[in-house]
C-alpha cells in the first residue's frame, strides 16, 4: 500500500514515536480498504485524497487489558487515569486538508463531527457483545477552530460500559512541533500533551448501543432489501 507524504510526517513525527515507544499501543489502519469498500465510503473513499483527508489517517489503539472485560461491566472506565488496566482507548492523527473547509482555511465542523462519530464508536464496539454497533447520541461542544493543513488528534476512551450500551468521550486536538530545544528522551505520555502544544478543538460524548437487530448488519451496513415486485394497475 502506498501512502502518502502526509503519512510519514503523521507516523514519523515526535508525538506519534513517543506513543508508539511507550509500548501501550498497537498501530492500526482502519481506512486501508479496497476499491470496492471505497466507492460507497465517505471517510475513506469521498473525502479521502489530496486536500482532504490524508492517506492514510494513523490510528493508535490501546493494547488489550489483561483482565476480562466482563469483569468491568457497569463500572465507570477512565483510561486516561487507569492506564494499566484500560479497556478502551483510540487515537487518530489526521492531517486535514484546505478542500475540507466550511469558512476558509478552518475545517467545516461537520467534517469534524463525523470524524467524532466515527472514531468514538471504533472505539467503543470492542466492547459490545457482538463487537458492533450504532451511535444513539452524539454530543459535540467546539471550542476552537480547527485550522486546515493541520495534523489533527482524536482521542477516544470508554468511560463506562453497561450490557450492550458503552459511553465514549473523546477530544480534537491541533498538534504543533516539538520545541528544538525539548528533551524527547524526557517526554512521557503523561507530558506528550504540554510538550507537543496539543491544543482542544472539539469534544464529545457518544453512546454506543448494540441493536436487537445488530445481525442485520454486515461490516456497518445494512443488507440491502429485497426488490418489491411493481404493482399491476387493476383492469
Known amino acids: 500500500m502506498t501512502y502518502s507524504c502526509e503519512y510519514d510526517s503523521l507516523l514519523n513525527h515526535p508525538y506519534t514515536q513517543i506513543l508508539l515507544q511507550s509500548g501501550a499501543f498497537d498501530v492500526d489502519h482502519p481506512y486501508d480498504v479496497d476499491e470496492e469498500r471505497k466507492a460507497y465510503s465517505l471517510t475513506a473513499g469521498t473525502l479521502a485524497g489530496s486536500g482532504m483527508i490524508a492517506h492514510t489517517p494513523l490510528t493508535l489503539t490501546r493494547k488489550k487489558p489483561s483482565r476480562a472485560l466482563d469483569n468491568v461491566e457497569g463500572e465507570v472506565i477512565d483510561t486516561r487515569s487507569s492506564t494499566p488496566a484500560a479497556v478502551a482507548e483510540y487515537i487518530v492523527i489526521y492531517h486535514l486538508g484546505s478542500k475540507l473547509c466550511g ?6 465542523g461537520g467534517l469534524l463531527a463525523t470524524l467524532l462519530d466515527e472514531s468514538l464508536c471504533r472505539c467503543g464496539f470492542p466492547l459490545l457483545p457482538n463487537k458492533l454497533g450504532v451511535t444513539a447520541s452524539l454530543n459535540i461542544k467546539y471550542v476552537a477552530p480547527t485550522p486546515a493543513d493541520s495534523i489533527v488528534v482524536l482521542h477516544a476512551w470508554a468511560t463506562n460500559l453497561n450490557g450492550r450500551k458503552v459511553t465514549v468521550n ?3 486536538s491541533t498538534l504543533s512541533d516539538a520545541a528544538d530545544d525539548v528533551d524527547l528522551d524526557s517526554v512521557t505520555l503523561e507530558t506528550a500533551d504540554e510538550v507537543f502544544g496539543i491544543k482542544n478543538t472539539a469534544a464529545a460524548e457518544a453512546l ?18 429485497p426488490e418489491k415486485a411493481e404493482s399491476q394497475p387493476q383492469a
Do not use: A, M, N
Not at 103 to 108: C, G, L, N, S, V
Open 208 to 225: 454506543v448501543i448494540e441493536p436487537r437487530w445488530v445481525s442485520k448488519l454486515q461490516t456497518g451496513h445494512f443488507t440491502p432489501p
Open 103 to 108: 469558512h476558509k482555511d478552518i475545517i467545516h
Open 170 to 172: 473523546g477530544t480534537l
